[in-house]
């Protein structure tokens, strides 16, 4: 059924304008969705958004937003980077790798109490401090997903090249399409969190809430075992 549905999705990048535009958003949502990599992000930010006082559905949609746009841009300027070297686009020797690993698994020990959280990323502590640990968490994580990101971008970035020449408009549309697609689980993950949080302290159940937040710290360290095991010890 994946195969089906990422088959679909290449065809409809080689379609019209329209439809190419179209698919490329959903291959964005695909990239996060079937990919345990990115998938781990969804956790990551829950987990975030909900680390203290609920901040309130416009402050977790900020919050959600200014990490998406994190991730987005340090998969730019990894691409950019390592595409101007000659390398392969978003491989950055391993680095990454050991990267993505520590992030997840320090994070989730943060989460479940094990280590404490850094006055940055305390979203609540502040409102720039805030903004200031989403944007640093989601750079830092953008830069580890490398090579997991343009494996799924791929089919994208060779239509972007194809159509740079004839028709650069829509070859920028379809990075703006797929980066916007990516985004969209993110935020939409960070925003439903804090609904959950917040139906779960109105209705009395502030320990459930406890519990939610430490759920998110083990899922990110069965995350970091997933990629530890798969793209470190490989």
Partial sequence: MIEDILTALSEGL?????????????????SVVL??????????????????????????FVLSTVFACGVVVAVAVVGAV?????????????????????????????LLDVVPL???WQ?????????????????????????????????VIVLVFAEAGPRPWLAAGLLVAFALGHSVV???????????GKLLESTGRTRRLGVLRKACGG???VAAGYVAVTRVLT
């Fill in 219 to 221: 899922l990110l360290l």
């Fill in 186 to 196: 993110l935020v939409a993950a960070g925003t439903a969190g804090d609904r959950v």
């Fill in 35 to 60: 990919s345990p990599c990115h998938l781990a992000s969804i956790p990551l930010i829950v987990g975030y958004v909900n680390g203290g006082e609920l901040p309130g559905v416009r402050r977790a």
């Fill in 118 to 120: 850094p006055a940055l």
């Fill in 82 to 110: 390592t595409w101007w070297l000659g390398r392969l686009v978003g491989d950055l020797g391993g680095f990454e790798n050991y990267l993505l690993v520590g992030l997840l698994a320090l994070f989730g020990l943060m």
């Fill in 14 to 30: 080689q379609a019209s304008a329209g439809l190419a535009l179209a698919a490329a958003f959903a291959w964005g949502l695909a």
């Fill in 123 to 155: 979203p609540r502590s502040s409102e720039r401090r805030g903004v200031a640990g989403a944007l640093l968490l989601g750079s830092l994580y953008g830069v580890g997903l490398g090579p997991c990101t343009f494996a799924f971008a791929a089919p």
